[in-house]
């Protein structure tokens, strides 16, 4: 285990600012980064409840998260730090990469979900 070192917390202003530039679509609110994922339904839900667990359990960093039957908020900060700090910003990225990857857009061998038929229906994805 290596020491734990200090963590700068970032002022709210410059906090704003690296998420319109680094992560527009989520915001700053009561001192978290947040961010709300729409789902098309329970099994959604579930999916990205999950797929930030793991990213979360694999960083050592753990986000608080809130979910209903169609969406998932998770709100970042760094609890130690009383603020939020880089481990924040660097979650906050590996989970919108991974949350909001599209594969269909790549142009590649993997397809993504059909976006027209609610059987296979994930997540709302932001345009």
Do not use: C
Request: cysteine-free; hydrophobic content about 35%.
């Amino acid at each position: 285990m290596t020491a734990a070192k200090q963590e700068i917390v970032h002022a709210d202003e410059e906090v704003s600012q690296r998420l319109q530039r680094e992560l527009p679509h989520w915001r700053l609110e009561g001192g978290w980064i947040r961010r709300t994922y729409k789902t098309h339904g329970w099994k959604g839900t579930l999916m990205v409840i999950n797929t930030i667990g793991h990213l979360a359990e694999a960083a050592w960093h753990h986000p608080d998260i809130t979910a209903s039957y169609a969406w998932v908020e998770v709100r970042l900060k760094t609890h130690t730090a009383k603020g939020v700090t880089d481990k924040d910003f660097e979650l906050a990225r590996k989970i919108e990469e991974v949350v909001a990857w599209q594969p269909g857009k790549e142009g590649g061998a993997l397809e993504g979900t059909p976006q027209g038929d609610q059987r296979f229906g994930y997540i709302k994805y932001e345009r």
